[in-house]
């Protein structure tokens, strides 16, 4: 069993904790409460269905020329700094892209929100591993698990401005001064300094205890195979959101209402998963945790596909959920240790990894749905958990100590 920190943490940790805690959930927010007034920027712009998507599609394409640009912005100025100065830029950004006159100058604020969102990512990420690493015991799951609690807190606000009618730019507004203002006044209980004080030591040799540097050749492999572990999560994550609603309607005949709980029951038992998740990672280690909930989510959907039922589906996603809810938190984890990367850089190349699972991923599963059946494509998020199991044992068995 792995070894869990004895000492308490103090006072200025805990208020690192909680900041940290914040950054999350601010980052959340803000996006998820523009989501559901997309509708109303749309007739007020005049926007046809390519237009808007066109927009939205410069948010992705933002996060993807922010890149590794990211890491030497965060070694400069530190993650502290990134992460609440980015935090009050994407709430001007969304308020900017909800109060647009035009197409122009939506898409070129989505651009810069999606840019400012991926710093943040790595940035806030970064934040949490420091404190993790004071910590001495896991505690970034729950830092994922407050993105999602996050991300329902903003789709609720959303939903209820626009179904009271508020104006959306006073809307999106004040939702970016109050949390831009409070992400900026947070600043002084982040963790100051530079990011590599809490880094741990490159391994050493078991038998001469010297540092060994790794090669090159074993940096670039431990990259690329963490990035089919993010990919891995993007397969399953995706299937909830793009796909488990139409799979339902279309392949089992479920009313409006029904289709939407599949989505509903992944999003919940991820979120679940995520605040139990530092527990189960402290009692049985990181890398079996992975492992098994790889398996989890291969054997819940795989026998929700086998045997095609609302019910039986509905049980299969939200075991996708939970299987997968600590996978993308281990591999930010593990990418930040990486020996031979330069602080940062592990997060950031992670990230853009991440975000093209996230792009590739839909019309991936779109085009074989198309050359076959929706049902037979989400085979692939079943072949994507047992990669997980496989692969998950690149990952460490334990988190890293202070």
Request: include cysteine; charged fraction near 15%; charge should be positive.
């Amino acid at each position: 069993m792995p070894p869990t920190s004895t000492i308490a943490p103090d006072a200025a940790l805990r208020r690192a904790r909680a900041a940290v805690g914040a950054c999350f959930f601010f980052n959340a927010v803000l996006y998820a409460d523009l989501i559901p007034r997309l509708p109303e920027i749309k007739a007020e712009l005049g926007l046809s269905n390519s237009a808007l998507g066109t927009a939205l599609a410069a948010q992705p394409l933002g996060a993807l020329l922010a890149g590794l640009a990211v890491a030497p912005v965060i070694r400069r100025l530190g993650s502290a700094r990134v992460a609440s100065t980015g935090l009050a830029v994407l709430a001007a950004a969304i308020w900017a892209a909800a109060s647009a006159p035009h197409w122009g100058v939506l898409a070129g604020a989505l651009l810069v929100a999606g840019a400012v969102d991926a710093s943040v990512d790595v940035a806030m990420n970064a934040q949490g591993l420091r404190v993790q690493r004071r910590y001495g015991r896991s505690i970034l799951n729950a830092f994922h698990g407050l993105w999602s609690v996050g991300s329902v807190a903003g789709g609720l606000l959303g939903a209820a401005a626009a179904g009271l009618g508020i104006p959306l730019s006073l809307h999106l507004g004040v939702v970016a001064l109050v949390f831009g203002t409070t992400a900026l006044l947070g600043t002084r209980f982040l963790l100051p300094g530079p990011d590599e004080d809490d880094r741990p030591d490159i391994p050493a040799d078991e038998t001469t205890r010297a540092i060994v540097p790794p090669t090159r050749a074993v940096v670039v492999t431990g990259m690329a195979l963490l990035g089919v572990l993010a990919a891995c999560g993007a397969f399953v994550e995706d299937a909830g959101s793009s796909w488990s609603a139409l799979y339902l309607r279309d392949e089992l005949d479920a009313g409006p209402a029904t289709a939407g709980l599949a989505f509903v029951a992944l999003s919940l038992a991820m979120t679940v998963g995520r605040f139990t998740g530092d527990r189960a990672v402290d009692r049985f280690g990181q890398r079996r945790v992975v492992r098994i909930g790889g398996l989890l989510a291969a054997a819940g959907l795989g026998a929700a596909l086998a045997l095609p039922s609302v019910p039986l589906t509905l049980v299969g996603f939200a075991l996708a959920g939970l299987g997968v809810a600590t996978l993308i938190p281990a591999v930010y984890h593990a990418a930040d240790e990486l020996p031979g990367l330069r602080p940062g850089v592990g997060l950031a190349v992670v990230n853009l990894l991440l975000r093209l699972g996230f792009l590739v991923v839909p019309p991936l599963i779109g085009v074989l749905a198309d050359a076959t059946s929706l049902r037979l494509a989400l085979v692939t998020v079943v072949v994507a958990g047992l990669v997980a199991a496989v692969v998950g044992r690149v990952l460490p068995r334990t988190v890293a100590h202070g």
